[in-house]
């Protein structure tokens, strides 16, 4: 009995196995047969149009006319409104920033004009001492001579200690012999150049002239000198003397004296200049007078107000250490210098 029910429960699995498999293989022969694009989604198309424009008919004129059928116009399709575009909103137009006002340029300020060199002014002259009036002696009168004086007595000299004594004369001779007493013009001269507390003007510049030499001639012991004019124009020393010149003309005319203005002077007064290496003025002399004292130092003051000059070029120190310039001035009234 056992063995019949393990039987038919073998073969009822064995069924359901088969039907499985019959099932499974079922579906997939179907799935198989089945086109793919049966799985895929499809959209309608669209449907197209196609227009075609034919040539226009030329008209043949009949010999009799028929009564020309008027065409039947088929009615337009009018297109389909294409949708207009919304207009899209215009942006607005960002705030500009405000410029910041610019600060006004500063006008420009006129150019100054160059300061005119300011002339130096003109050392007034020393004014030369005036020697004191000397007071007018008065004469002393005479006194006549009287038998009565008293001689006078002579202390002898100490050499002559041995020898007598000599005898005095008679007063009448004694008074005879008595040089005469000077007068008051023979006592004025004696007065002016015996007096050691005076010195008249004269003898004053004598004094400072030779000073003033015997100091040039001690500066100038192993000085090389050189001498030149201002005609000399092809030597180194005269083109300096050259530049010398026109600056001394341009200082000259900036500081005219007055004194030039009022006189009227064909010549004037004769310099001589010593310049030093360096361009320093080391001296100023007058060789010759132009007749007229403060005219003479005028040019004088001229050429210290000049001063410095340029110093020597290299081929000019080769030759002199000192450089003496001998330059002719004249003062023409309309105020113009010439130092030529």
Known sequence: MSHIA??????????????????LGLHGAVLFIMPMDRWTFRFPTPQRFEVALLPPETAVLPSTPKPVSKP???PEIE????????????????PKPVPKPEPEPEPASAPKPAPKPEPKPIP???????????PKLEPKPVPKPESKLRPKMVKPVAENKSSPPTPLPPAGERSARLPPKPTDSAKRPKTLTSSPGRLNSSALLSQVARLE??????????????RVTLTDTRSMAGFYAADWA?????????????????????????????????????????????????LDQ??????KLAAPYPPFSANLRQQADL???????????GGRVRAR
């Open 79 to 94: 297109p389909a409104p294409v949708p207009k575009p919304e207009p899209k909103p215009a942006p607005k137009p960002e």
């Open 72 to 74: 039947i116009s088929e």
């Open 213 to 226: 030499t015997e100091h040039q001639r001690q500066q100038s012991a192993g000085v090389r000198t050189q």
């Open 246 to 294: 026109r600056k001394v003309t341009r200082v000259g005319e900036m500081n005219f004296p007055d004194v030039a203005r009022r006189l009227s002077l064909s010549t004037g007064p004769l310099l001589e200049v010593a310049i030093r290496a360096d361009g320093s003025l080391r001296e100023v002399r007058i060789l010759r007078s132009s007749g007229n004292a403060e």
């Open 298 to 303: 005028a040019a004088r003051r001229i050429v």
């Open 323 to 333: 450089l003496r310039i001998e330059s002719p001035w004249r003062f023409d009234p």
């Open 6 to 23: 393990q039987s038919a429960m073998n073969d009822a699995g064995y069924r359901w196995t088969l039907a499985l498999i019959m099932a």
């Open 124 to 134: 007034k002259p020393v004014p030369k001492p005036v020697p004191k009036p000397i």
